[in-house]
């Protein structure tokens, strides 16, 4: 059972940054790099939406409209996880974060491509 374990949310004003980190267990780094990982977000009242994910290996990531040029995913996979890199956040960016795991290689932006997902962490961009 792959478990999933986000941190770094936290309370921020806009324009500010944020690094949310995503540790996965328990996996071994030759089974860590063979998922591909990815972030989405929900806001209240809304539904999940896919924010970003990186390849196996770290070298393609993908990006929602929403937050390309602002946000970078990234994977080390020595260390079991993956980041987001979150930069001038914007209050439509709050929401809680997910991480999530899927085998295969296609970056899917769909919820139901990933089985594994973590607890979520919340961020919050105030205006």
């Known amino acids: 059972q792959v478990q999933l374990v986000e941190s770094g949310g936290g309370l921020v004003q806009a324009g500010a940054s944020l690094r949310l980190s995503c540790v996965t267990s328990?996996?071994?780094?030759?089974?860590?790099?063979?998922?591909?990982m990815g972030w989405f977000r929900q806001a209240p009242g809304k539904e999940r939406e896919f924010v970003a994910a990186v390849s196996r290996t770290g070298d393609t990531p993908r990006y929602d409209d929403s937050v390309k040029g602002r946000f970078t995913i990234s994977r080390d996979n020595a260390k079991n996880t993956v980041y987001l890199q979150m930069n001038s956040l914007k209050p439509e960016d709050t929401a809680v974060y997910f991480c999530?795991?899927?085998?295969?290689?296609?970056?899917?932006?769909?919820?139901?491509?990933?089985?594994?997902w973590g607890q979520g962490t919340q961020v919050t961009a105030t205006s």
């Open positions: 999530a795991a899927k085998e295969g290689f296609a970056l899917e932006d769909r919820t139901d491509m990933y089985p594994y």
């Open positions: 328990p996996l071994s780094e030759r089974t860590f790099n063979t998922y591909v």
